[in-house]
Nanobody, 125 residues
Framework: QVQLVESGGGLVQAGGSLRLSCVDS????????MGWFRQAPGKEREFVAA????????YYPDSVKGRFTISRDNAKNTVYLQMNSLKPEDTAVYYC??????????????????WGQGTQVTVSS
């Protein structure tokens, strides 16, 4: 069973950085591709990043490419999201999620089976 808990959110000024963490308390973390999503008030959940089970492949939408970096440490059952050059439009609740292993990393929330509770990121202008 996968149980995900995010941390690391907070308030930061535009141009600043934050690193989010997501820990899986289960024993099967390395059996999943992992993703980060975000949801702002009144908007749909948006794909932010994905990483393969071994960490060798990553995938980002254009909106965060070059600013955000996803990584994972399977020994610690943890996936990270390093966010640099933050903008006010990055303000949202950020969620980590786990999906079954696939060759193509997924960007649709329906492809992910397990979700954390979310952590708030607020970027002030």
């Amino acid at each position: 069973q996968v149980q995900l808990v995010e941390s690391g959110g907070g308030l930061v000024q535009a141009g600043g950085s934050l690193r989010l963490s997501c820990v899986d308390s289960g024993r099967t973390f390395r059996n999943y591709n992992m993703g980060w999503f975000r949801q702002a008030p009144g908007k749909e959940r948006e794909f932010v990043a994905a990483i393969s089970w071994g960490g060798g492949r990553t995938y980002y939408p254009d909106s965060v490419k070059g600013r955000f970096t996803i990584s994972r440490d399977n020994a610690k059952n943890t996936v990270y999201l390093q966010m640099n050059s933050l903008k006010p439009e990055d303000t949202a609740v950020y969620y980590c999620a786990a999906s079954g292993i696939t060759q193509i990393l997924r960007r649709h929330s329906s492809d992910y089976d397990y979700w954390g509770q979310g952590t708030q990121v607020t970027v002030s202008s």
